[in-house]
């Protein structure tokens, strides 16, 4: 459920830092089913920034496809609207996470390299249990703590309070409840509902550390994101550590909800930091 206070740290945010015009056009643009690749071409074009991301992506091992695109409009047909619509979005995304704090144990270039690299190891999940739209799952673990970039920008005021409690062992969302009167989750999510994106971005956003409540059919990407976010967390790519945890442990009901190995997990493990890297590479 989002709260009323969840609301306005949302809209206080947007009144700070939206997402460019452009941006938003892409995602009306996608999400017309009447929309064609040329629709997209049209507006991308006029953009030079974003005409070179969508080149550089498509011609990155990130897709892996064959030879040199250097055509705009082959590059959208080749990645699809769905693609190009998360390159525009991430590119903006990065922007937002320029704030930084007074606290030391917390600044947006640390949730920054840990939204990326969910991002990386969501991608890596996806590929490992065959699921479609490597970008997709990307984009979803990038954005899983907006409603952290809205607390930094809104409230920066709470986050050492916030910290020195979640610090002494205390429940990160209670925490945020009891200080903020919403959680970092509920602000996402009203985020990413007045930015109509994909509902499927509302679940991540809302319930990557509890996907277990989405109905079963809404489940599959909040699960690979909540499994991400402990591995990267374990990797010493967590937000309030910067140390290598070895006592993290993954439900098994969250295993058995993607049906991934355990060996599958050790080596997605060992690649997070390489493929984080190529992702960094891409969008920064």
């Given amino acids: 459920m989002t709260t009323s206070t969840a609301l306005d740290i949302a809209n206080e945010t947007l009144e700070i830092a939206t997402l460019p015009e452009v941006t938003m056009r892409i995602v009306q643009v996608v999400q017309d089913p009447k929309s064609t690749a040329h629709d997209l071409h049209v507006i991308v074009k006029n953009d030079p920034a974003l005409s070179a991301r969508v080149l550089r992506v498509v011609n990155s091992a990130f897709y892996g496809l064959p030879g040199q695109i250097g055509s705009i409009d082959r590059a959208i047909m080749l990645l699809g609207l769905n693609a190009v619509k998360n390159i525009a979005i991430a590119a903006s995304l990065s922007k937002m996470f320029k704030t930084n704090t007074e606290c030391p144990e917390f600044s947006g270039k640390d949730l920054w390299t840990h939204s990326v690299a969910v991002g990386a190891t969501n991608k890596l999940i996806a590929s490992a249990i065959g699921l479609s739209l490597p970008d997709e799952s990307f984009l979803a673990g990038l954005m899983h703590d907006i409603g952290l970039v809205s607390v930094m920008q809104c409230r920066a005021s709470?986050?050492?309070?916030?910290?020195?409690?979640?610090?002494?062992?205390?429940?990160?969302?209670?925490?945020?409840s009891e200080i903020l009167g919403a959680t970092h989750t509920e602000i996402g999510a009203a985020l990413t509902t007045r930015w109509k994106f994909p509902r499927s971005f509302q679940y991540v956003t809302a319930f990557h550390h509890n996907p277990m409540e989405l109905a079963p059919e809404n489940r599959l990407l909040a699960t690979v994101t909540c499994i991400a976010d402990s591995l990267c967390t374990q990797m010493g790519l967590g937000l309030f550590n910067r140390e290598k945890i070895d006592d993290i442990v993954i439900d098994?009901?969250?295993?058995?909800?993607?049906?991934?190995s355990p060996n599958q997990l050790n080596e997605i493990a060992n690649n997070i930091e390489e493929e984080l890297e190529v992702v960094k590479a891409l969008i920064e």
């Fill in 252 to 260: 098994d009901y969250l295993i058995k909800e993607i049906s991934i």
């Fill in 158 to 176: 709470a986050i050492p309070e916030i910290i020195a409690q979640v610090n002494t062992g205390k429940n990160l969302l209670e925490v945020e």
